[in-house]
């Protein structure tokens, strides 16, 4: 098994985590999208193999009909609103 170029996306909150991983499950399974979400005392294992088309599909549908299926607006722009604030600080500047 070659367990290179295996992607990971690892998630940390203050008491649990989720760790993605897009070809590579260490355990062994077979396939692709490996999700394991952790709580500090348990960890679960999740096949998430076509979420992300099912999404994807959804997301775009929402863009063509302005809908709100895979995700309300205005969660999209709290999910963004960390990035718009720290590129003017990678960028060499500061915040206002």
């Not at 649990?16 to 499950?25: F, G, K, Q």
């Not at 299926?69 to 960390?82: D, R």
């Amino acid at each position: 098994m070659n367990i290179c170029g295996d992607g990971r996306l690892t998630i940390e909150g203050a008491e649990s985590c989720i760790d993605l991983r897009t070809h590579v499950d260490i355990s062994g399974r077979p396939g692709t999208d490996h999700v394991f979400p952790v709580d500090g005392k348990h960890m679960k294992y999740f096949d998430a193999k076509g979420e992300g088309e099912r999404f994807f599909v959804a997301f775009r549908k929402d863009i063509a009909e302005h809908t709100e299926t895979a995700m309300m607006q205005a969660h999209a722009f709290l999910a963004a609103e960390p990035a718009l604030n720290a590129q003017p600080l990678a960028e060499g500047g500061k915040t206002e």
